[in-house]
């Protein structure tokens, strides 16, 4: 096994047909999944991927494993080289890749051990500790605050339940705030989103939008997500309501699901856009643990 840091070359060999393929750059993970890990998902997924004329990965299909953990492995792929050793054999050529995610340790609310690792040929292995269950208390910090007098607020703690329409009909009203959104969820290789199908259109600096909320943030671009504050509680009565409502307009595509997220929404007021192709007004930054419910 072979201990990489983030970047480097490394010649290694994915055997394909009669064709080696070699690792020309290998970019490692950086941090779990963030919904299969507080899902607590972990396994081994293979990627079938075809590689272009450059050495770049240019698409891949899940051939066996989870979703969640296939949408991880494909975007690290992305930034990924290889090399054919004959220039004959570099046109039409696919790669099997086998990517395994496991947690060891003791459960944490943040990711503070991970380790990333490349077993020849083809092999890749991401180590990391688990998430804490969803309110139960677990760091030392939670623990004691338990100890504390009971907290009197019911249901969100004045925490705003929206659908993902609400939440952009008025693109600055929320913007910063803390709220709980409800709408169809996805995740594929190119990222996350939240969406409803409502009849509304977001103009921001003059550019319009389709009403979705992209989840994929890069948190070295943002500031921390926002903690559950302690004592939460889910309003599942208000969160039905919000539901019943995204429902009446929105069918659930493949692959998706309906999810009520609690985070930090940012609308991008540049009129660039955000997440894959630049397709969405706003963000919700939320915790990796605890910051969902999935609904029915």
């Known amino acids: 096994m072979v201990r990489l840091p983030l970047a480097l070359v490394l010649a290694a ?4 047909g009669q064709v ?16 299969a890990r507080a899902a607590l998902i972990q396994g081994t997924v293979e990627l079938r991927c075809s590689i272009t004329s450059d050495g770049a990965v240019n698409e891949c299909h ?14 690290n792929l992305k930034v990924w080289k290889f090399k054919a050793p004959f220039e004959t054999d570099r046109e039409g050529r696919d790669v099997t890749m086998v990517y395994t995610f496991e947690f060891a340790g003791a459960p944490v609310r943040d990711e503070l051990k991970a380790e990333f690792s490349f077993e020849f040929p083809n092999h890749v292995r991401f180590v990391s500790q688990p998430a804490c269950a969803d309110h139960v208390p677990c760091t030392p910090e939670e623990k004691m605050a338990q100890s504390a007098p009971p907290d009197q607020s019911d249901g969100h703690q004045g925490v705003p339940v929206l659908t993902v329409c609400q939440a952009l009909k ?10 709980v959104v409800v709408g ?11 969406s409803e199908a409502c009849d509304l259109r977001v103009v921001i600096d003059g550019r319009g ?26 309003d ?9 409502e995204v429902k009446k307009t929105t069918l659930l595509q493949r692959r998706a699901g309906w999810y009520a997220i609690f985070g930090r929404l940012e609308v991008d007021t540049s009129g660039y856009g955000l997440g894959h192709l630049n397709g969405a007004p706003a963000q919700l930054i939320w915790p990796t643990t605890g910051g ?5």
């Not at 009565?237 to 539901?243: E, F």
Request: hydrophobic content about 40%; some cysteine.
């Open 236 to 244: 599942k009565p208000t969160i039905r309501q919000a539901l019943a």
């Open 13 to 16: 060999g994915c055997c394909v």
């Open 184 to 194: 169809s969820w996805v995740g594929t290789g190119e990222g996350s989103w939240l």
């Open 62 to 75: 899940l051939s066996s494993g989870h979703p969640l953990l296939f949408a991880a492995a494909f975007e």
């Open 20 to 35: 080696t393929w070699q690792v020309q750059r290998l970019v490692a993970i950086k941090r779990y999944p963030p919904l």
């Open 170 to 179: 008025d693109p600055l009203k929320y913007s910063g705030s803390i709220v």
């Open 292 to 296: 969902y419910l999935k609904l029915k």
């Open 209 to 234: 939008y389709a009403p979705s909320l992209w989840t994929s943030y890069t948190p070295s671009d943002q500031a921390p997500p926002p903690r559950l504050p302690v004592g939460f509680k889910w």
